[in-house]
T-cell receptor, first 115, second 115 residues
Framework: EPEVTQTPSHQVTQMGQEVILRCVPI?????FYWYRQILGQKVEFLVS????????KSEIFDDQFSVERPDGSNFTLKIRSTKLEDSAMYFC?????????????FGPGTRLTVL | AQSVTQPDIHITVSEGASLELRCNYS??????LFWYVQSPGQGLQLLLK??????LVQGIKGFEAEFKRSQSSFNLRKPSVHWSDAAEYFC?????????????FGQGTELSVKP
């Protein structure tokens, strides 16, 4: 069964450094999402992406964050200058059809630790 | 405000016993509702979803959930729990016409299973 994959599984970085989290969505999916879960807190929506544009973003998704689909198969989340509070599990998800009619399928997550 | 509440942070049941995990939502528009499960080191796996129609929905692994609009609830049930069901369970909601697909999650319920 097709799955969403994410790399790396764990990333450790120094505060102020840039990180790129990578995701490979399910191959025929057209809608892509990033969520994060800070330890002990709820899973929070960050951004959704369709047709090479951001569809919706949360207030968390400020100018430090950006998303890109660089090559038709990968979907990346970049954090330009990491802060301690960016430490969290980051989940990528994808759906084939519009989220108003279809299910989002999640990857295993990347644990980001900012020191 | 849009929100999902899972009142029970942690539940312990004996193997073979029945299970009910509670979920209440507050959402102004027509909701689509989901239950996801997360095993340690794994991503979020979809158990079941409700979009419309029959308010009792069946999912994978023998789970079911009932949508009760009057109570704003979407409780998850299983008649006989197996040790492999130990995991964290998340209820989530998205608006039926939300093109951005922002899923709103509850804080999760951790299920432990006693032998």
């Amino acid at each position: 069964e097709p799955e969403v994959t994410q790399t790396p599984s764990h990333q450790v970085t120094q505060m102020g450094q840039e990180v790129i989290l990578r995701c490979v969505p399910i191959s025929n999916h057209l809608y892509f999402y990033w969520y994060r879960q800070i330890l002990g807190q709820k899973v929070e929506f960050l951004v959704s992406f369709y047709n090479n544009e951001i569809s919706e973003k949360s207030e968390i998704f400020d100018d430090q964050f950006s998303v890109e689909r660089p090559d038709g198969s990968n979907f990346t989340l970049k954090i330009r200058s990491t802060k301690l509070e960016d430490s969290a599990m980051y989940f990528c998800a994808s759906s084939k059809d519009s989220p108003s009619t279809d299910t989002q399928y999640f990857g295993p997550g990347t644990r980001l630790t900012v020191l | 405000a849009q929100s999902v509440t899972q009142p029970d942070i942690h539940i312990t049941v004996s193997e073979g016993a029945s299970l009910e995990l509670r979920c209440n939502y507050s959402y102004g528009a027509t909701p689509y509702l989901f239950w996801y499960v997360q095993s340690p080191g794994q991503g979020l796996q979809l158990l079941l979803k409700y979009f419309s129609g029959d308010t009792l929905v069946q999912g994978i692994k023998g789970f079911e959930a009932e949508f009760k609009r009057s109570q704003s609830s979407f409780n998850l049930r299983k008649p006989s729990v197996h040790w492999s069901d130990a995991a964290e369970y998340f209820c989530a909601v998205v608006g039926a016409y939300n093109q951005g697909g922002k899923l709103i999650f509850g804080q999760g319920t951790e299920l432990s299973v006693k032998p």
